[in-house]
């Protein structure tokens, strides 16, 4: 019960993200401002632990692969998912960012030659499905017209591809290093990548509870919950259970900002989760 407690007090901290943000923006800030304070924020409380912990030192020669990881991982995902909550609103952005899984197993057929099985390709069709009707179910829902929707889509799936990356880069610092350390240098030179992209605003303390929530629950402690939950539940159970998340930011949405779905839009969400956990068991019992 302790695993599932954690891994679901994460999936929920997670489903905050775009509820928060959208508290952000309604104070003037920014999504890549949102995006930026999200990483030197989160970097203060991965950076103590990390100097606490004495885990700050790195190989040089794995410099270079930190700093395609900050880029990705933090410049690129955190700015497309501050953008798609903007255009989409939170629920979309969320539902739209477990299409991960699907990049996933498309990059395991290509880079580490593994087998494409029917569960995995019925995952990828109901991955498109549920993209496709999300997509169909969004425009008179945000208020948008159709470059509004595409816009919002296109964000929402580049989040998602860089949050897949997270699996990759992952498996390659998972023996290396802790992730206090890892995060010690993706966080503030993701941020750095953000500056010349920014106009800074002046911020209500409303706005920096906002920003502080994101950065402190929805990150640092969101994926101290994750770790906590690994060492009680199998990775596949836990990554099932934290299919929570775009329920968790669906509904919060929905109360907090009137955000709702059309009927497609509910059924390719259920697709895109129904995906997400036909990938998971498939990787289980591999």
């Given at each position: 019960m302790k695993g599932y407690v954690y891994i679901l007090s994460a999936a929920a901290l997670w489903g905050l993200i775009g509820p928060f943000a959208k508290l952000a923006f309604q104070e003037g800030v920014a999504p890549l401002e949102v995006a930026f304070w999200r990483a030197v924020l989160a970097w203060l409380c991965f950076g103590a632990q990390a100097i606490w912990q004495r885990q700050v030192r790195v190989a040089v020669a794995h410099l270079p692969v930190l700093l395609l990881f900050s880029l990705t991982g933090v410049f690129l995902f955190y700015g497309s998912y501050q953008l798609a909550v903007q255009k989409g609103g939170a629920a979309l952005a969320s539902v739209l960012l477990y299409t991960a899984p699907a990049w996933v197993a498309?990059?395991?057929?290509?880079?580490?030659?593994?087998?494409?099985?029917?569960?995995?390709?019925?995952?990828?069709?109901?991955?498109?499905?549920?993209?496709?009707?999300?997509?169909?179910?969004?425009?008179?829902?945000?208020?948008?017209?159709?470059?509004?929707?595409?816009?919002?889509?296109?964000?929402?799936?580049?989040?998602?591809?860089?949050?897949?990356?997270?699996?990759?880069?992952?498996?390659?610092?998972?023996?290396?290093?802790?992730?206090?350390?890892?995060?010690?240098?993706?966080l503030p030179m993701g941020a750095l990548c953000l500056i010349p992209w920014l106009e800074f605003s002046e911020k209500s303390w409303t706005a920096w509870l906002a920003l502080a929530s994101l950065a402190v629950l929805c990150t640092f402690t969101a994926y101290h919950c994750h770790y906590a939950a690994l060492k009680y539940l199998e990775a596949g159970r836990a990554a099932i259970a934290a299919t929570l998340e775009p329920v968790v930011a669906g509904v919060v949405a929905f109360f907090w900002w009137g955000e709702f779905f059309s009927p497609a839009g509910y059924v390719g969400s259920g697709l895109i989760i129904l995906a997400v956990i036909l990938m998971v068991r498939d990787r289980a019992e591999a």
């Open positions: 498309l990059m395991a057929i290509f880079f580490f030659r593994e087998k494409m099985t029917t569960v995995k390709m019925t995952a990828l069709v109901a991955t498109l499905a549920g993209v496709a009707l999300v997509s169909l179910g969004s425009g008179d829902v945000i208020g948008g017209d159709s470059d509004q929707v595409a816009t919002a889509i296109f964000y929402g799936l580049v989040a998602g591809f860089c949050y897949s990356l997270y699996y990759i880069f992952g498996k390659y610092f998972g023996g290396k290093y802790s992730a206090a350390t890892v995060f010690f240098y993706i």
